[in-house]
């Protein structure tokens, strides 16, 4: 409910929303140019956690026909509804860990900067997968493990300096080591996962704060202290500048992307099932 309220509030301001779709744009080019290297084209594609529709900006029909953009936000889904697309767009309201497609209904599902706000991981990739047609494609991109570390190392560092204790002020997210158990777990196959960083360069750590509220990717950890007092936000700007500040008085934010393709169908051949020695063909 939090991460709902966060994104309701970040479609509504429309000005601000679009000024930061910068980082989940290029994301979503990214998504899209692994979708390229699997030769196949989709009836259906859907795209779990769309918000505003990052990904369908770099959709085509040589793609898919038909991209179904769903979302736990209305307001997010209807933020840019009069926008023409290359291919036919269908919007709905959906929760991740209730996913409403039928099994071996789908196609493929593919989400961007989404499923890291899932509190049921595991539970919402065994839907997707359950969800799957046979040989159907799961493609997604995540923050993983690094992410935003210098924002939080400076809260951190701050807090304990000016309040002798620290709360949870950037939400934790999944190591991407973690991540080929769990699709291992929900029944996937053939899995691969790769790692990009993303680092941005801000004024200070405020744009960055901002930002990251315009965004919808405020904090939504329901153990954190709900306010910061101000001289705790000034000192850990400080630390923030000291410790990672880049020469020309700029500071870094780093944004970690877990990439996890995957087809769910295809399986290894057993152990000794081979009819020819690796000899024999190396020979020919």
């Known amino acids: 409910m939090t991460k709902k309220l966060q994104r309701d509030r970040s479609a509504l301001d429309i000005e601000s929303s679009k000024q930061v779709d910068y980082l989940k744009d290029e994301v979503a080019y990214r998504l899209v140019d692994r979708l390229l290297d699997i030769k196949r084209k989709y009836d259906t594609i859907v795209d779990l956690g769309c918000g505003c529709g990052h990904v369908v900006k770099h959709i085509d029909q040589d793609i898919t026909k038909k991209l179904l953009m769903c979302d736990m936000s209305e307001k997010m889904l209807e933020r840019d509804k009069n926008m023409k697309f290359d291919v036919e767009v269908e919007r709905i309201v959906v929760d991740e860990e209730l996913l409403p497609f039928a099994e071996n209904s789908v196609e493929a599902v593919i989400s961007n900067l989404s499923l890291h706000w899932v509190n049921d991981l595991p539970g919402t990739m065994i839907q997707i997968q359950r969800s799957l047609k046979p040989d159907g494609l799961f493609l997604a991109s995540m923050f993983s493990g690094d992410t935003l570390f210098e924002l939080r190392t400076s809260l951190q560092l701050a807090e304990l300096e000016r309040e002798q204790g620290v709360s949870p002020r950037v939400s934790p997210m999944i190591d991407i080591r973690d991540v080929g158990s769990?699709?291992?777990?929900?029944?996937?196959?053939?899995?691969?996962?790769?790692?990009?960083?993303?680092?941005?360069?801000?004024?200070t750590m405020f744009e960055l704060i901002k930002d990251l509220k315009a965004m919808g990717e405020s904090n939504a950890v329901l153990a954190r202290r709900p306010f910061l007092k101000r001289d705790t936000l000034l000192a850990a700007a400080a630390i923030y500048?000291?410790?990672?500040?880049?020469?020309?008085?700029?500071?870094?934010?780093?944004?970690?992307?877990?990439?996890?393709?995957?087809?769910?169908?295809?399986?290894?051949?057993?152990?000794?099932?081979?009819?020819?020695?690796?000899?024999?063909?190396?020979?020919k």
């Open 241 to 283: 500048k000291d410790l990672h500040g880049n020469s020309d008085g700029t500071i870094p934010a780093t944004f970690q992307i877990g990439w996890k393709p995957d087809v769910s169908q295809s399986k290894p051949k057993p152990r000794g099932s081979a009819t020819m020695s690796l000899k024999d063909m190396l020979e």
């Open 182 to 203: 769990l699709l291992a777990r929900a029944g996937f196959t053939l899995t691969t996962i790769d790692v990009d960083d993303i680092i941005v360069n801000y004024p």
